[in-house]
Every structure is written in C-alpha cells, then in structure tokens.
Nanobody
Framework: QVQLVESGGGLVQSGGSLRLSCAAS????????MGWFRQAPGKEREFVAA????????LYADSVKGRFTISRDRAKNTVYLQMNRLKPEDTAEYYC?????????????????WGQGTQVTISS
C-alpha cells in the first residue's frame, strides 16, 4: 500500500503562484512515477505533470508547459508542483498519483494510488 497526502492548495489571484506538495509513504519501492492530475467541476480528470523517481525525467501537459514545474525530494519522499502565472482555467481539485512502474504516462488509469486532492482556485 502507498499513501499520498497533498497540501498547498488555496485561493490566489490570476497571475499568482502556488506550490503543491505530495508526501508519499508506504511501499513505493525504489523506482516509480509520481504524477499530478486535476479535475474541474463537470469535467474529466486531466493530466498535469509527472516525474520519474530515479532520474527525474518529466512529462507535462501542453496547457501547463512553461508555467508549472514538477520536482521531487527523494530524501523527503515528496513531490512538488510549482505553479506560476496561474490562470482562472487552472481552477480545479489537484490530485497526486503514484504509478509503481518506471514508464512516464499521462493516462489516469495507469496510476495505482491516489491522494485525496487539494483545491486550487484562481480568481480573475
């Protein structure tokens, strides 16, 4: 079992920044993928970014490239999502996910564990 706990959500103005954190615990193993997804009301869950735990290879959705940065702290077993130049359309519940395989993917069903989510609201 793997437990994921997100934090860092909140309300910010358009153009502002937020940093989300996701602390992982349990049997993650030594090589896996951590991802961030988001879901707005009435919409499907969509991929935001992912990172491999070993070499830190990353994958981003086109909608966030150049604005969001995913990173990990291996000593703290924590993955971060730095979000800059936020837009109202970034408003959503943000979820952390873990995939117990090494290949990067943007498909939600290929992730094995999910956190409870943290709300991000961007005001215009």
């Amino acid at each position: 079992q793997v437990q994921l706990v997100e934090s860092g959500g909140g309300l910010v103005q358009s153009g502002g920044s937020l940093r989300l954190s996701c602390a992982a615990s349990g049997r993650t193993g030594s090589n896996y993928v951590m991802g961030w997804f988001r879901q707005a009301p009435g919409k499907e869950r969509e991929f935001v970014a992912a990172i491999t735990w070993d070499f830190g290879r990353t994958l981003y959705a086109d909608s966030v490239k150049g604005r969001f940065t995913i990173s990990r702290d291996r000593a703290k077993n924590t993955v971060y999502l730095q979000m800059n130049r936020l837009k109202p359309e970034d408003t959503a519940e943000y979820y952390c996910a873990a995939r117990l395989r090494v290949k990067l993917t943007n498909l939600p069903y290929e992730y094995d564990y999910w956190g409870q989510g943290t709300q991000v609201t961007i005001s215009s």
